[in-house]
């Protein structure tokens, strides 16, 4: 709906959604998680890992005390038309989120060992999560071996936006 791909379909609406959506390319090549005064130190304490959190973390991580910007700041901020629709609802996925995305869109190889081409132009890297993992680092997930991991917040990681629908 939004010109990008549709990593994961939870069989119906519930919460006010069913769909998560990548964005159809990446919007920053290296970016810190967050930024701003002591954030980088600081312990949110308000994200989860669970599917359907990354709206929900994102917010809190633009609530923190002296947020200025970082990753969350780069998807929320982004913005697309199609048509005559503009789609601002975009938000850093969660750790399990982004898992679905990799899984589904760049893996190259399905459930059943079935193979297909991988889609999205995603990079072999590491992408951050909204997910915070501890008072100075978050969840990361690696888009070449599907690893998941945690980085510093002040590291640079690649970031591609979400939106549900």
Request: aromatic content about 12%; overall charge negative; some cysteine.
């Amino acid at each position: 709906p939004a010109g990008g791909l549709i990593f994961y379909d939870k069989g119906s609406v519930s919460d006010g959604w069913r769909y998560l959506e990548a964005a159809p390319s990446d919007h920053s090549t290296r970016i810190e998680w967050i930024t701003g005064g002591s954030t980088q130190t600081t312990l949110n304490g308000n994200t989860s890992t669970e599917l359907g959190t990354g709206q929900a973390n994102t917010n809190a991580m633009k609530a923190q005390t002296d947020y200025t910007g970082g990753a969350a700041k780069v998807c929320d901020d982004y913005s697309v038309t199609v048509g005559s629709i503009t789609y601002n609802d975009w938000f850093l996925p969660s750790k399990d989120e982004l898992n679905k995305m990799w899984v589904n869109l760049k893996k190259g190889t399905d459930e059943n060992g079935a193979t297909y081409e991988p889609v999205g132009g995603f990079v072999d890297g590491s992408y951050w999560s909204s997910s915070e993992y501890d008072a100075y680092d978050a969840w990361t997930q690696g888009f070449n071996d599907g690893s998941q991991g945690v980085n510093d917040k002040d590291d640079t990681d690649r970031v591609r936006a979400v939106r549900a629908f």
